[in-house]
């Protein structure tokens, strides 16, 4: 007499998908798109499959599924930002999703090059990453943007200006911000006012400053190109420009510089010369980084909300990675809400007797 078959169901959660291949006679890989309904596979092994999947009483650990998948994707985040505490909160955005969703994040710093060199940089980045991050002044590098285009290779710049080369980014309204902090100074009193200028190879910087022209424009004030300098977002612009302002034979009563680095510039080189700000000078900055809190007194900044625009971008970019394969990829332009922080930096100008 034949003795009976042995069952071979076991607890569904001690099963092994290597466990199901080896009773259905396939591989694991091939379980796998069973399971998760995706290449060809033919119908009798289809069958086989899930007989076997039925037999063991398997269930696939989606959790696990969902990490290795994750693990695989490689994001890239290229930066070429002088500032070290715009940067951090850029970095803080980033890691937080990347520990949420365990991708892979890579991180690299391209320093000034031809166009011929990002163009290679970028050509050999694509061929080793699923979607990149890219911050002003590469993501308005038609070279860049072009070859990561061309590979497939989902893009998605923070803080770029409007117009972004037809590709994903997450901004806020640089125009509006540069005109709600001289409207400010406006409001105080202030007439005479000095800006200093972000990199001029960034679309941002641009606005910031159209922004204040506006502003000036609309209160009926005379633009005084003198009080107008070139800067590019480091502290040691902000010095240089800071000073030949205030070096002028009528100097301003506030200025505002295009980000928080050099606005805490300004006011080590308004101490130098005796000034008290706000006093003397009132001093306005750009971005709520940890620069405008470690300077005194506290500066009077616009807030942009740098680790949330990173994380928005890289929610952004896994989407896209996600769904490359479903047919067009529709840009976002996400504009995201900016606030003006009124600290100590800024008061209505003294009265001069």
């Given at each position: 007499m034949e003795k009976p078959r ?69 994001v890239a985040l290229v930066y ?144 005084d190109t003198a009080l107008v ?125």
């Amino acid at each position: 007499m034949e003795k009976p078959r042995k069952s071979v169901r076991r607890k569904g959660r001690g099963v092994t998908i290597d466990e199901v291949a080896a009773l259905a006679g396939v591989s694991p890989m091939t379980v796998s798109r069973v399971m998760n309904n995706q290449g060809k596979v033919r119908d009798t092994t289809r069958e086989r499959v899930m007989r076997a999947v039925r037999e063991l009483d398997y269930t696939p650990n989606l959790a696990a599924s969902s990490l290795a998948a994750a693990q695989h994707t490689r994001v890239a985040l290229v930066y070429n930002n002088p500032s070290d505490a715009y940067l951090r909160e850029i970095l803080v955005g980033l890691l937080r999703v990347a520990a949420r969703t365990s991708i892979q994040l890579v991180i690299d710093y391209w320093d000034s090059a031809d166009t011929d060199t990002e163009r290679k940089a970028a050509r050999t980045m694509a061929g080793r990453v699923d979607g990149v991050i890219l911050l002003p002044p590469v993501c308005e590098s038609p070279a860049v943007v072009g070859e990561f285009v061309r590979a497939g290779i989902p893009v998605v710049a923070i803080a770029a200006g409007q117009g972004s080369l037809g590709i994903s980014c997450v901004r806020i309204d640089d125009l509006r911000a540069g005109r709600e902090l001289a409207d400010y100074l406006v409001a105080q009193g202030h007439t005479r006012i000095g800006f200093i200028k972000g990199r001029a190879d960034m679309r941002a910087s641009a606005l910031r400053y159209e922004g204040f022209q506006a502003a000036l424009s609309a209160a009926g004030l005379a633009l005084d190109t003198a009080l107008v300098q070139q800067g590019d977002y480091t502290y040691r612009s902000g010095l240089k420009a800071g000073g030949r302002i205030l070096a002028h034979k009528r100097p301003p009563t506030a200025i505002i510089a295009s980000n928080d680095d050099m606005a805490a510039a300004v006011v080590s080189v308004a101490h130098r010369r005796g000034l008290d700000v706000p006093r003397d000078l009132a001093v306005v900055g750009f971005d709520d980084s940890s620069s405008a809190i470690t300077v005194w007194p506290e500066l009077t900044t616009i807030h942009q909300p740098i680790a949330a625009m990173a994380n928005a971008a890289i929610d952004i970019l896994l989407r896209t990675i996600r769904d490359k394969d479903g047919g067009t990829r529709a840009l976002v332009d996400q504009v995201m809400p900016h606030r003006l922080v009124v600290r100590d930096s800024a008061a209505a100008p003294a009265r001069r007797g």
